[in-house]
C-alpha cells in the first residue's frame, strides 16, 4: 500500500508519540534484556533505522535504558551531552553518565573521563526517573504495609471465634456485615466489649443480648426480640451505621457513643472522661485498630460538633 505524501508526517508524528507515551517506569526493576531493548529502540529512533526519526524520544528511551543499567545506553547518553546534540551541550552531566558507564568497565567512558575530568551532575532526565521510581515504591511499600495491616486486623478478630457457640454468632455476623456496611471485626469487638457473645446477656441499665440494646434503641431500630442473636446483631449493626455517618467515619467517637451515647461524645466534643467509656473503647481497641470506618453518608447528617471533635488531639 502508497501512502499519500500528506499523511507520512502526521504518521511520523503519531509513531514518535507512541514511543514516548510508551515508555516503561519500572527502569529500577528492569531486566538487562530489558534495558537492552530500549536502548536498541533508542538507537532506531536516534538515526531513524526503519523507523520515523525522532530525537526526542530517543533521548528518553536512552535515559530510561540508563537508568535500568545499561553501560552502552549510558556511554550514547553521556556523548549526547557531551555534543550537545539535540540537547544543550553539559560536560557535567555526560561525565556523570560517562562514569556510570566507566564503573561498568566500558574503556571509552573511562578514556573521556580522563579528558573532561571529575566534576559530575545527574541528568535531569535520570533524576526524574529516580524520583518516579522512588515514589512508586514508597507507593508499593504503602499498600504492602496496609495489605498486612488488614491481614492482621483479620487475624485478630478471628481468633476470638473459638468455639461452637462463637462461631454460630460469627456465621450471622459475616452474612450481615455487608448489608450493613460494617466491618466483621468491629462487629465483634463489641460483642466481646458488651456481652462476651452471651445473647442472653442483660446488664444493670437493662441493656439486653450480643450487643446490649437497651429498649430505647432497640425500637429505634425495630428490634422487637432482643434475645434473639439476628435481630439482636441487626439492631446493633443499625445503630453503628448510623453512628458511623454521624460521625463521618470515626471509629472512636463511634465506639465511644455506642458505650455512652452520642449525646456525650457532642457534649464533651470528644470521648467522654468516664472511666467506663475510656476503658471501653481501649477493649474495643484489642481488637479493632483501624482509625477510621467506610460509613454511607445518606444515612444521617454529621454531627455539628465534628469539626471541633476531630480537631482535638486524640487522648
Not at 530489558?34 to 526519526?53: N, T
Not at 549526547?80 to 556523570?96: E, F, K, L, P, S
Not at 481488637?287 to 480537631?311: E, G, K
Amino acid at each position: 500500500m502508497t501512502l499519500r505524501p500528506a499523511l507520512r508526517p502526521v504518521l511520523r508524528l503519531l509513531f514518535g508519540l507512541l514511543f514516548v507515551a510508551a515508555l516503561p517506569t519500572q527502569a529500577g526493576t528492569a531486566s538487562a534484556e530489558q534495558a537492552a531493548a530500549w536502548r536498541e529502540q533508542a538507537r532506531a529512533l536516534e538515526h531513524g533505522e526503519g523507523v520515523a526519526r525522532d530525537t526526542s524520544a530517543a533521548v528518553a528511551l536512552y535515559c530510561q535504558a540508563a537508568v535500568a543499567g545499561d553501560r552502552l545506553a549510558r556511554y550514547n547518553l553521556g556523548w549526547i551531552y557531551a555534543n550537545g546534540r539535540w540537547v544543550a551541550r553539559d560536560d557535567a552531566q555526560a561525565a556523570y553518565l560517562f562514569q556510570l558507564a566507566a564503573d561498568q568497565g566500558d574503556e571509552p567512558s573511562r578514556n573521556l573521563l580522563a579528558i573532561m575530568g571529575q566534576q559530575t551532575r545527574k541528568p535531569a532526565c535520570v533524576a526524574r526517573i529516580e524520583a518516579e521510581l522512588a515514589a512508586e515504591q514508597q507507593a508499593i511499600a504503602q499498600r504492602a504495609a496496609e495489605t498486612a495491616e488488614r491481614e492482621a486486623q483479620d487475624n485478630r478478630y478471628k481468633a476470638l471465634i473459638d468455639t461452637a457457640q462463637r462461631r454460630q454468632i460469627y456465621v450471622i455476623v459475616q452474612r450481615l456485615a455487608p448489608e450493613y456496611g460494617i466491618h466483621p471485626a468491629l462487629a465483634v469487638a463489641l460483642i466481646r466489649a458488651e456481652s462476651n457473645f452471651d445473647p442472653l446477656a442483660v446488664s444493670e441499665k437493662n441493656a439486653q443480648g450480643l450487643m446490649q440494646l437497651i429498649p430505647e434503641t432497640a425500637a429505634r431500630f425495630q428490634v422487637k426480640k432482643p434475645f434473639d442473636p439476628e435481630q439482636n446483631i441487626r439492631g446493633g449493626m443499625a445503630y453503628l451505621r448510623w453512628l458511623l455517618a454521624y460521625f463521618q467515619g470515626n471509629v472512636d467517637l463511634t465506639v465511644a457513643a455506642y458505650n455512652a451515647g452520642e449525646g456525650a461524645v457532642d457534649r464533651f466534643g470528644g470521648v467522654p472522661p468516664y472511666p467506663e467509656t475510656r476503658g471501653y473503647l481501649k477493649r474495643i481497641r484489642e481488637v479493632f485498630q483501624l482509625p477510621t470506618h467506610p460509613f454511607d453518608q445518606r444515612i444521617t447528617a454529621p454531627s455539628p460538633m465534628l469539626r471541633l471533635v476531630l480537631a482535638q488531639p486524640r487522648t
